[in-house]
């Protein structure tokens, strides 16, 4: 067994030698997709499938302030791992981000642009400029080649008035007049596009980005929770609305509670562990007086 087991490996490093050493044409080349192809077959290799991860984000730019809004829902593969999470994080003081992604991704992202573009208003002396912190952004993502899981939805008001801007975890970026991401963006541009029209009012706008965002959580099953929307108004002061709306609430609850007889679930395991014995504590001998010690000591 051992000298097929040895031959067999011999012939599989053979046949990818020759698979490698395969004269290449003109055009792109496949190299490694016939690699993984055959280190799947012959040796067995299960590569790691992609994690499907759950947001609905939303921006749109009304006649003199940006609104994002984004739902609650923090999952860890088929799990809830966090039902009130926030997914608008803090840029500048005019300029706030929507994430999708990979939470980690998302936060560290935009927590290291905030910290930056605090250095540079502090050496400027000036307000956070938008493309600042768009260029800043797309320049870190880039530098990943798409590793950081961060689609981000850049929003603020500067000098040059409310812009929204979408950015890709590789890197690249629209400016749009309004958007969203996430795995419930389907449902969302449905409500956005129908909705959304030029110089709306602010109300307006919050209305279309919150039924944008319950659009995502009613029909995503990565969505939920609850509501956040954030409002950045044209002279650079931020409006938070934390939980502004819960859109699936349990409609049906049992007033009494419920009860469930014993048995009701089955015990697979049961190991019983023996207690150890006391352990004895002896009383500790009295402190020496101070004149007693001193005693001692000479």
């Known amino acids: 067994e051992e000298a097929n087991k040895q031959k067999t490996e011999a012939e599989a490093q053979e046949s990818m030698l020759e698979l490698l050493q395969q004269e290449k044409g003109g055009g792109f080349g496949f190299d490694l997709c016939a690699r993984n192809a055959f280190l799947e077959q012959r040796l067995g290799m299960r590569f790691p499938n992609v994690r499907k991860t759950g947001t609905t984000i939303v921006g749109l730019t009304t006649k003199d302030c940006v609104v994002l809004a984004a739902d609650t829902r923090a999952t860890e593969g088929p799990l809830v791992a966090d039902k009130n999470c926030e997914k608008i994080h803090y840029i500048a003081p005019n300029i706030h981000c929507c994430g999708a992604g990979t939470s980690a991704d998302t936060e560290n992202t935009t927590g290291l642009i905030s910290s930056k573009l605090a250095l540079h208003r502090l050496s400027t002396g000036r307000q956070s400029r938008i493309a600042t912190a768009l260029r800043m952004t797309r320049q870190h993502l880039f530098h990943y080649q798409g ?50 029209k030029e110089g709306l009012e602010l109300e307006d706008g919050v209305r279309i980005a919150h039924d944008a965002v319950c659009a995502g959580i009613l029909n995503d099953m990565g969505s939920g929770g609850f509501v ?28 009494a509670g419920y009860t469930f007889p014993a048995g009701t679930t089955p015990v697979l395991l049961k190991e019983v562990f023996p207690a150890k014995k006391d352990a004895t504590v002896e009383a500790a001998a009295p402190a020496a007086k101070e004149g007693e010690a001193e005693d001692m000591q000479q």
């Not at 690249?172 to 309004?178: D, E, I, M, N, T």
């Not at 956040?228 to 002061?237: A, F, L, P, Q, S």
């Open 228 to 255: 956040d929307v954030t409002i950045i108004h044209k002279d650079g002061t931020t409006e938070r609305r934390r939980n502004m709306d819960h859109p699936t609430q349990r409609t049906f609850k049992n007033p």
């Open 147 to 196: 590793y950081v899981s961060a689609a981000l939805i850049l929003g603020g008001v500067d000098l040059h008035g409310p812009q929204l801007h979408m950015i890709y975890p590789h890197g690249s970026a629209s400016q749009l007049p309004f958007a969203t991401m996430g795995s419930g963006s389907l449902a969302a541009t449905g409500v956005l596009e129908t909705y959304w």
